[in-house]
């Protein structure tokens, strides 16, 4: 069940090389996932974020226009601070600050390019399996939440 659910995950993937999206594209269609878009222009990522809305964004640091982290400030406000929402950064630039400053800025987790295939997948896997993990607790907090208010709301009457 878990499986199937990643693999229907929404994943963007935000890169200014197409060579790039074009490898990983492949590479996660290969590995089932079958629902990704793609821009190649970081200054589209909150508008495909809005009407996509993925499970799982790869980001690039070092783009023209916006650089990722600009996109990671700009992705904040519409990400509840309750919500895992996981971005990835890809990126060529492997310096501690880099990483440090992608990581304090929002995204999960940090991988440097080129990549190695194998790693990219189960870095992907591990993210989207724990959004679907907090989504499924928010969905139960959600259900639990509704049953005590309802027992409220009849423990209120009978004491009427």
Do not use: C
Not at 6 to 31: C, F, G, P, T, W
Not at 39 to 67: A, G, H, V, Y
Not at 104 to 124: N, T, Y
């Amino acid at each position: 069940m878990l499986d199937k659910n990643l693999k229907n995950a929404k994943i963007l993937i935000v890169d200014d090389h197409q060579l790039n999206i074009d490898l990983l594209q492949s590479y996660l269609e290969m590995q089932g996932f079958n629902t990704i878009q793609a821009t190649t222009d970081p200054r589209q990522t909150l508008s495909l974020f809005k009407s996509f809305e993925p499970d799982l964004i790869l980001l690039d640091l070092m783009m023209p226009q916006l650089s990722g982290y600009e996109v990671l400030e700009l992705l904040k406000p519409l990400i509840h601070e309750d919500t895992y929402w996981p971005v990835l950064v890809l990126t060529a630039d492997i310096s501690p600050h880099a990483k440090q400053r992608a990581l304090a800025s929002g995204a999960r987790d940090f991988l440097a390019k080129p990549f190695d295939f194998v790693e990219v997948f189960l870095r992907i896997r591990n993210l989207l399996e724990t959004r679907y993990l907090y989504q499924q607790l928010e969905k139960k907090n959600r259900i639990l939440e509704e049953k005590v208010a309802m027992l409220i709301k009849v423990m209120s009457q009978w004491n009427k």
